[in-house]
């Protein structure tokens, strides 16, 4: 196993220690009884790492998978009850018939009992319009843990007016229950008119999510040229997009009326300028590393290759730690396993399944 210093400011003398290697741009890991992993591979692929990190063959059973630019197999969460039912959700970019157009899509099935396939495999749901693009799908899962599952959507990026609008879902977090089904305390449930899906609005890009420990929904949304956002994110709220941002248009110039404020819209908890292109996020609630982390956001950087530790008070951010930057490895997800430590992906064409240790 290799070590990487996080560095004395961030951590004294911490380390971390590579589970499994020699994954295909690796973007979702779960946790499986066992000390195993499921992980998935942007370009089509889910695999079982095993307790020694040795990667198992790709699972059969996968629907068809529009996989290209930023589109592919994406994030994967392992349910609650796995041990009774062995239900995996994962989502991915899906192809019309034609191929021409895609979008995000949730996947609901059930792990053969030698872990080779999925069966019994729905399509719980599925992001309207597909569109012609290869960018900005979004696509983290949430357990709510009231039978529900959160999904962001991302706008399509040649769409981005179409996250203020609520007849479809590019730029929305939708919230339904596990079998596709829309609860009825979804804030838009039972008016004419919206989606009943949808749980926020306004949004980009959203590629890091998870429950914060007072139970809300907290996410990462990516900027356009700065801008990349933290959003605790409550029911029916605007959080802007495209019209209030603290970024600009690739290659400079401002974006709408280049504002970042008005009536109606949310602020965002917290913002980078120049954007750090975040990815997955994860709330650290174990005593593992001692008292000065516990309680931490922890929120992986895909341009600059870090894992940032952000310490959180009376609900503001107060101060952020690098780690793992002497790696520069683009950091794709991040998430505490149920020993208490934290799991990271690097996005690489030979990622890697890394552990956090303390000593």
Known sequence: MSGLI????????????????????????????????????????????????????????????????????????????????????????????????NSTALARARLSPDDTRLENLQIIFSQKPKVASRAHFGCRIVDGGDGTLYLTLGDRFSRKEDAQRLDNHLGKIVRIRKDGSV???????????????????????????????????????????????????????????????????????????????????????????????????????????????????FVGSLKFGYLDRIELKNGKVVAEHKLLEDGRARIRDVKQGPDGLLYVLTDESSGKLLRLRPN
């Open 6 to 101: 996080f560095g004395a400011a961030a951590m004294a003398q911490g380390r971390s220690e590579t589970v499994a290697s020699g994954l295909e741009s690796p973007w979702g890991v779960g946790f499986l009884p066992g000390d195993r992993f499921v992980v998935t591979e942007k370009p089509g692929r889910i695999r079982i790492v095993a307790k020694d990190g040795k990667p198992g063959a790709p699972l059969a059973g996968l629907p068809p998978i529009a996989a290209g630019g930023q589109g592919g197999l994406l994030d994967v969460l392992v349910d609650t009850d796995f041990r009774s039912n062995r239900t995996l959700y994962f989502c991915f970019s899906e192809p019309d018939a034609g191929g021409s157009a």
């Open 183 to 297: 609860p009825d305390d979804n804030p838009f449930a039972g008016r004419p008119g919206p989606l009943p899906e949808i749980w926020s609005y306004g949004h980009r890009n959203g590629q890091g999510a998870t429950l914060g420990p007072d139970g809300r929904l907290w996410m990462t949304e990516h900027g356009p040229q700065g801008g990349d956002e933290i959003n605790v994110v409550q029911a029916g709220r605007n959080y802007g997009w495209p019209v209030i941002t603290y970024g600009e248009n690739y290659g400079g110039g401002k974006i709408g009326d280049g504002i970042t404020a008005k009536e109606g819209m949310e602020q965002p908890l917290h913002y980078w300028v120049p954007s750090i292109a975040t990815s997955g996020m994860a709330f650290l609630t174990s005593d593992r590393y001692g008292a000065a982390w516990k309680g931490n956001l």
